[in-house]
């Protein structure tokens, strides 16, 4: 599928949150103590440095950009909220059963691994849809430099891929 290069960024974040969701589906097809817990610490840490920051990127900047167009309570854009919800609500659950050393469940790892299979799917095929179909090459652009504003102030200098400010400029 053709990707307004705007998204890219978000679109190579994903490519990145699907492997990691993979990890956690091969974590939990082989449950044994040790290996579920390194996958869930794995994880936890890449929601810190990268995930939750995606989200509050997506609910900051590319939700009211698609709100402007539609209606803040859209579908598209209840439904990438309530995916995000979920998705966090899984992850507090996993960290916090690592704060306790509990053991963790296959199940909890599998389940928050399709959670994010499932939401990457949706925002691939109807929310980055939705927003291209609607938003102006400009507002996209806009949206874009504000992604890497965001990026860059947080510290996550966004993925190594990403285009550069320079390179955002020359494709205007």
């Known amino acids: 599928m053709k990707r307004h290069p705007s998204l890219h960024p978000l679109s190579r974040d994903h490519h990145h949150a699907l492997v990691q969701a993979r990890k956690l589906s091969l974590a939990a097809a082989e449950p044994d103590s040790n290996g579920l817990a390194q996958a869930g610490a794995n994880f936890a840490d890449y929601w810190k440095s990268d995930l939750q920051a995606h989200f509050a990127q997506e609910e900051q900047i590319l939700l009211p950009l698609l709100a402007r167009h539609t209606s803040p309570d859209g579908s598209e854009i209840k439904e990438t909220l309530r995916q995000h919800t979920e998705i966090a609500r899984l992850v507090t659950e996993l960290k916090d059963k690592l704060a ?12 928050l691994g399709e959670a994010l299979r499932r939401h990457i799917r949706f925002e691939e095929s109807e929310l980055f849809p939705a927003l291209e179909s609607l938003a102006t090459e400009e507002e996209l652009w806009r949206m874009n430099e504000q992604l890497e504003t965001a990026r860059s102030q947080a510290g996550t200098g966004g993925c190594a891929l990403s285009p550069k400010p320079q390179e955002t400029e020359a494709r205007r």
């Open 100 to 111: 306790r050393r509990e053991t963790l469940e296959a199940t909890l790892l599998e389940a």
